[in-house]
DNA sequence: CAAACATATGAATTGTTGTTCATATGTTAT
DNA sequence: ATAACATATGAACAACAATTCATATGTTTG
């Protein structure tokens, strides 16, 4: 064990340009805020959470209307929303028996429309 | 068979804001564009494609660059890196036997700090 | 051409995620 | 209070995705 040299360690990133490296390290942002950031779009990155979103552009829904416009189960688009209001994408306003859910704030709009920017061109 | 009328099928849609939903529904894009959609949030949505994306924001750099930068594999790099490229997030450009990568257009750097400001307010 | 090197790829494995089913919670009306 | 209804939740299952390991491809150097 005392004998290995690091030859081995180093093995594998003979290429690496240090300096440049080092300039990018320096310059990344926390490792919780990349990871907060990957969980955001995480939250995004699924078909049925965008079509509720999308139908969430257009106007206030409760569970049921979306469950019906997307030709859901009232339990996954009840799991869904529960994923997409923690991570602060829409919020719910109660109303007797029935909830209605609308966009939390106007990031999402902007972040959906640049990200079909992108899908377009 | 014959005899089934429809109430079950309706059954646990009774509370359905029709004219909302048929207006919604009118409104909504084409399900492959949310599809497409998805995908490229998708592609955004892990925490490793998140950091590699960042520290191109800074740099053209190779593989093993990133592999070093964030104490991966060079394989695992090279898997993200394929996806980053399928999304056309990432562009390489190859120099002997070496691929440096870097940002594919402006609007990774755009909706990466879009999604950054929602994260951090 | 052979060896060293940078990157890419395929298979296997493990962890994660979305949906379904059954059921619980909470609200309104009779 | 009981029944009907809207939504939420927990457990189970199936599909998917990220990493690792082994190896392949392609490039440069001796």
Do not use: W
Request: with cysteine.
């Amino acid at each position: 064990m005392a004998d290995m040299n690091d030859i081995i360690e180093r093995c594998g990133f003979l290429c690496v340009h240090e300096a440049t490296v080092e300039r990018v390290l320096s310059e990344m942002p926390a490792d919780e805020k990349l990871y907060d950031l990957a969980e955001l779009f995480k939250v995004f990155g699924d078909s049925t959470r965008i079509k509720i979103l999308y139908a969430l552009f257009e106007a206030e829904l409760c569970v049921c209307d979306i469950a019906q416009l997307l030709g859901l189960t009232q339990s996954a688009v009840s799991h869904q929303l529960r994923v997409l209001k923690s991570g602060r994408l829409v919020k719910p306003r109660k109303e007797g028996k029935t909830v209605f859910y609308s966009l939390a704030d106007d990031h999402v709009r902007t972040l959906i429309a640049q990200g079909m920017e992108h899908v377009e061109e």
